[in-house]
């Protein structure tokens, strides 16, 4: 037998292999799908309009935190946000500040985080293949990017709240590691839910709550493993990095992180095309 014909033996092997178990088939489903749609330059779309909006986000976040919350409890929020965003340090971020800065920081985060969700909308509405003539206009859009940008701010506001209480070091109350643990379940678990109101939120395709989930669980859990991941290997590595080379790192990481979060968020949306439609097995071999 020839290399050729063994090389297609084996791969013919595992192809039947991962049909043949719902799991694997299921993935290969979803990530062949994710290659077909194109999915890879839409997460690009999305990390370039999510870099864009973290810094006048950043500039309202400590003007409102500033002036609504006691310095030692801000300062507790303000640790919590570093891991969200790799190599921004918002702990030493001057909170308060004056009603310019407040305007100035909304009204920029607003505009990019209208970009940020109408590109979304774009992807998911191209991950479920909507037609053109079904897709919301401009001023639907708009509408609903502010309502998904509203409805996820809140949850986000509640997470960090949430994990720089159980975390901080100001706080009177030992609550206790289990109860430390709870915290970060329930962000874990807050997580999942920006994504489920995302995945609803942002699509003209008629969705419930139990088509969203199943990706969303996928994403939001991703998205705690890459905060994770980031957090261990910037502390171990690219702390250096960003002293030797300065801004350059900062950036190059910054838009590597937002990259892999768009490339969680679609493969979250396509794995919710996959399960509704039962569009697996898929061979390896098909091009499409």
Known sequence: MSTVGASDSTLARVDRWQQEHRATAIGVATIKKFLADDSGNL?????????FSIFPLMLAAATLLGWFLPSN??????????????LIDFSHTTIGGSWWALVLGLVSALWAATRVTRTARVAFDSV?????????????????????????GVALVVSVLTTGFVSGTTHQL??????I???????????IVVFVIAFRVL?????STRDVLPGALVAGVGFWVLQSLSSVIIARYLQTAQKTYGNFATVITLLWWFYLTGVLTLLGAQL??????????????ATA
């Open 203 to 207: 699509t003209s395709q008629e969705v």
């Open 43 to 51: 997460a690009a779309l999305l990390a370039f309009w999510a870099f």
């Open 73 to 86: 409890l801000s300062n507790d929020v303000l640790h919590t946000i570093d891991g969200y965003v790799p």
């Open 181 to 191: 643990v709870g915290g970060y379940a329930i962000a874990v678990v807050i997580d």
């Open 272 to 285: 919710n095309v996959v399960l509704r439609e039962r569009s697996w097995p898929r061979s390896l071999r």
């Open 174 to 179: 030992d609550i206790g590691a289990l109860a």
């Open 128 to 152: 479920w293949r909507v037609p053109g003539a079904e897709r919301a206009g401009v001023v639907e859009q708009t509408l609903g990017g502010l309502k998904a940008f509203g409805l996820i």
